[in-house]
Structures are given as C-alpha cells and as structure tokens.
C-alpha cells in the first residue's frame, strides 16, 4: 500500500470502526452486562452504585482514547509523510475533523434504539483529540 491511500486508509478504517462501536451492540446496556461479569469475577462484592461508576468511567474514558487515537491518525494523514515534523495547520485541521465527526457520532446515535447523543460526549471525544495533540506538539517540540 503505497502514496495518498498509506496515510489515509488508517484513519478512515478508525472513523468506520467509530461508527460501528456507535450502534446499539455498544450501547450501555450490553457493555454493561459484559463489565458486570468482569468485575464481578475480579470483585465478587461489587455494589450496583460502584459498578455504575465504573462503567460511567470506562465509557467515557473510551470516548476519550478513541478520538485520541484518531487525531493522531488524522495528524499522520494530513502530514503524509511530509519533510517537516509538525504544522499548525494539520493540528488544527485534525482537531476540526475529529470535532465535527464527534458531532456526527453523536447524532448518529440519536438514530439507534438504545442510544443517545450528546454534545458533552463530543467535548469529550474533543478533548482526547486536544490533549493527544498537545503532547504530541510537546514531544516534537522537545526533540528538535
């Protein structure tokens, strides 16, 4: 796999993979059941509120990690293998992407039956995407 379709496949593999994790076989409710077994083996006294904090957490330090993951992907896309290490511009142009797909996520799950979306889920999405960025401005930066 060489030139455009090398920097760019990865990213649009991530976004349909964010697609698929949007439809009701994620939903709450079937990740729910399938943590609940976990924790329950690993902790056998877990109580209910406990586990829904849980839960809540690895939800949405999913949410996080996922639009993190595609920043660098989207980064890495826009940079294509380009002589200079950072830009501005695809930095900011990741960030733009990743913050209208969260959106896109969002209301596509409108559409699912046991979903919802939520704006604060894509300021959260947007957030893994900034951070992911930043220290990855920090990290380039401090090796120059």
Avoid: C
């Avoid at 593999?13 to 939903?27: G, N, P, R, V």
């Avoid at 930095?91 to 990743?98: E, G, H, K, N, Q």
């Avoid at 919802?116 to 990855?136: M, N």
């Amino acid at each position: 796999m060489g030139g455009p379709l090398k920097y760019w496949a990865p990213p649009i593999i991530w976004m349909s993979a964010i697609f698929f994790f949007s439809t009701d076989i994620f939903s709450g409710e079937n990740t729910g059941s399938l943590l609940w077994e976990v924790v329950g083996f690993i902790y056998p006294s877990v109580t209910q509120w406990l586990f829904d904090w849980i839960h809540f957490f690895i939800r949405k330090a999913g949410h996080f990690t996922v639009y993190a993951i595609l920043a660098i992907l989207l980064f890495r896309a826009f940079r294509s293998g380009g002589g200079a290490r950072w830009r501005w511009r695809w930095a900011l142009t990741s960030l733009l992407v990743v913050f209208l797909y969260a959106l896109s996520d969002e209301y596509h799950q409108t559409f699912t039956l046991h979903r919802t979306g939520s704006f604060y889920d894509s300021l959260i999405d947007t957030s893994g995407a900034v951070t992911t960025l930043v220290l990855l401005w920090l990290f380039r930066r401090k090796s120059e």
